[in-house]
């Protein structure tokens, strides 16, 4: 008996607990020499934690970015151990550290809060909120790539029953970004993976996120405009300013939207980051609106048990974007959904939650004429969990940089590495 979604979908019944090892053959960046650095970047004021930060190691397209304690891991490689990193956070002055400096680990990063101010000039630019939004594409054409670029990135997925993780997928993939100027779908080639999934946690019922890195890959507003705005769509949705921020020392827009009162059907609220010298989108911030559980349902569940009714908690989004050389590229985007699972005749309820993201780490432009070839292409629908399996050391990554995962993730790994150790393998 299953449960399909349109972007997730359940399966009932139970599987066994099966960790297997598996290796890759080992690509360039993997046979470099580096040195790994970790620490915590938080608010210098309060000493919060700053979530999706971004570490750029200056001058290069090396970058890693912090969790959601703050936490970074960013593997250096010996060639640069002379440069800097700058690290950045929006609302927030940059810091640039140079890399001698750093210990291996428990670095403390501290960004200072900004507060911007636009000139009377921005300010007088835009007095309509919603025509600032239509010029942000408008000015794709200046503002966004128009040639392909090969990125790398890391890719995890996390399932969770109530507070407990039941199940990890992790991936580093091969992107070729298409131009923002045309039509073509990106493609998504996975490199090197991994992923564990403890059946017994389910209660008899599994998630599974479709579309893998592909989930996280069309939250690219100026890219796949129409997954939330276009022309005609814009319409529903009222919109505000907000008092500015900053991106890398450059003043931003905020607008804030939410769908019209008269819109009955689920759509989207949030903020918009546009930097004001450019009209370029920088950030976006967004959910779903779930308040219509019944109606917002539709927009997930395609199929399901007649016993079974699911309803979603909470839908939200975000997508970061990072500029070079004057271009505004996609470097982190974000799902974290959460659902509700009601069982005819069964007590109580279990809350499921699914989170997906990807960061950028590597990007360089695709050089005219010649073709690179992405084997292990991943289709828009494919479930991840099922497309690999294994698990292994904390060394799996090599020189590759990943996402530090928080901690109830790294408890999660540190279970199963003791199950690998009991069992021999």
Known sequence: ???????????????????????????????????????????????KPLEAASLLIKGTNISSISNTEGSFVLKVPETEMDNSIVISYLGYSSKEVQIATLSAKKNKILLAPKITYLSDVNLLSFKDPEELVRT??????????????????????????????????????????????????DIVALHKARKSTDYRRLDTIGFKLQGGPFSTLFLDIMKYPNYIFTASSIGNYTFSFEPPTAVNGKPVYVVSFAQRKDIREPLYKGVLYIEAESLALTNADYSLNVENKKEAANLFVERKPRDVKVLPVRANYRVNYRKKDGKWHYSYGSVALAFKVIRRGKLFNSVYSLGAEMAVTNLEEEVQGS???????????????????????????????????????????????????????
């Open 136 to 185: 942000i594409f408008d000015k794709k054409a200046l503002n966004n790539p128009k040639k392909a670029f090969h990125m790398t990135a890391f890719y995890r997925e996390t399932i969770k029953r109530r507070n407990r993780n039941v199940s990890l997928t992790e991936a580093v993939v091969n992107l070729h970004k298409q131009s923002y100027r045309g039509v073509k779908q």
């Open 1 to 47: 008996m299953t449960v399909f979604f349109k972007h997730l979908h359940l399966n009932t019944g139970l599987a066994l607990f099966l960790v297997l090892l598996f290796s890759y053959n080992l690509r360039g960046q993997e046979l470099q020499d580096y040195k790994e650095y970790s620490g915590r970047i938080l608010n210098l004021n309060t000493d």
């Open 371 to 425: 073709r690179r070839e992405y084997q292990n292409r991943l289709k828009p629908t494919v479930i991840l969990s099922d497309a690999i399996s294994g698990f292994s050391d904390t060394d799996f990554w090599g020189a590759y940089n990943v996402i530090e995962p928080d901690k109830s993730i790294q408890t999660a790994i540190n279970k199963i590495q003791k199950k690998l150790r009991r069992s021999g393998s």
